[in-house]
Antibody, heavy 124, light 107 residues
Framework: VQLVESGGGLVQPGGSLRLSCEAS????????MNWVRQAPGKGLEWVAN????????HYVDSVKGRFTISRDNAKNSLYLQMNSLRAEDTAVYYC??????????????????WGQGTMVTVSS | AIQMTQSPSSLSASVGDRVTITCRAS??????LGWYQQKPGKAPKLVIY???SLQGGVPSRFSGSGSGTDFTLTISGLQPEDFATYYC?????????FGQGTKVEIK
């Protein structure tokens, strides 16, 4: 059971990058999936998530209109297209599976599987 | 966005100590909160979900409580492998928001 991110690297401000997260050993096509980032020496920041069939997506305000989350269930893959990148987007980006647990008619997030992270550096 | 405030930001404790970390939400979030442990250079690990439900495989010395705006994570009998940074995360609404983290260090 694992998630493996790729696609990180060094990009100039204003540039674009596409991150990928490949899943294996888990029921990818039935899971909400998330991107979470961590700037160097800082805390965790939730970035975006996507419903199992791709029909629902949510973003943190700071990336709306610049980042797009998507998935390909046939390839067990999650993506994050990042455009108009800024220095403040520099971070390790993690993908995380949400086990989405129901207890007494309420759905709860439970990010139980995480990738190892991929570093994105935005700098000239 | 809901703001999550953890306290303290860091603490020093000894093996065997009882440790309590607090997370306060800027508005009521029922019990829609999780706790995550992160060690340096590693991905976070789920500890608690739904404020008080222990994730499978996590030792029973970890416990969570709270509802509304105030939540706690307690480690009863700190072990060497528990030294890490802990984050709360609200899943009541969007955007999801983390607390700033609490670093648990060895005294």
């Amino acid at each position: 059971v694992q998630l493996v991110e790729s696609g990180g690297g060094l990009v100039q401000p204003g540039g674009s990058l596409r991150l990928s997260c490949e899943a294996s050993g888990l029921t990818f096509s039935s899971s909400w999936m998330n991107w979470v980032r961590q700037a160097p020496g800082k805390g965790l920041e939730w970035v975006a998530n996507i419903y199992s069939d791709g029909s629902e997506k949510h973003y943190v305000d700071s990336v709306k209109g610049r980042f797009t989350i998507s998935r390909d269930n046939a390839k067990n893959s999650l993506y994050l297209q990042m455009n108009s990148l800024r220095a403040e987007d520099t971070a390790v980006y993690y993908c995380a599976r949400d086990r989405d647990i129901m207890l007494m008619d309420v759905w709860y997030d439970a990010f139980d599987i995480w990738g190892q992270g991929t570093m994105v550096t935005v700098s000239s | 966005a809901i703001q999550m405030t953890q306290s303290p930001s860091s603490l020093s404790a000894s093996v065997g100590d009882r440790v309590t970390i607090t997370c306060r939400a800027s508005q009521a979030i029922r019990n829609e909160l999780g706790w995550y442990q992160q060690k340096p250079g590693k991905a976070p690990k789920l500890v608690i979900y739904a404020a008080s439900s222990l994730q499978g495989g996590v030792p029973s010395r970890f416990s969570g409580s709270g509802s509304g705006t105030d939540f706690t994570l307690t480690i009863s009998g700190l072990q060497p492998e528990d030294f890490a940074t802990y984050y709360c995360l609200q899943d009541y609404n969007y955007p999801r928001t983390f607390g700033q983290g609490t670093k648990v260090e060895i005294k």
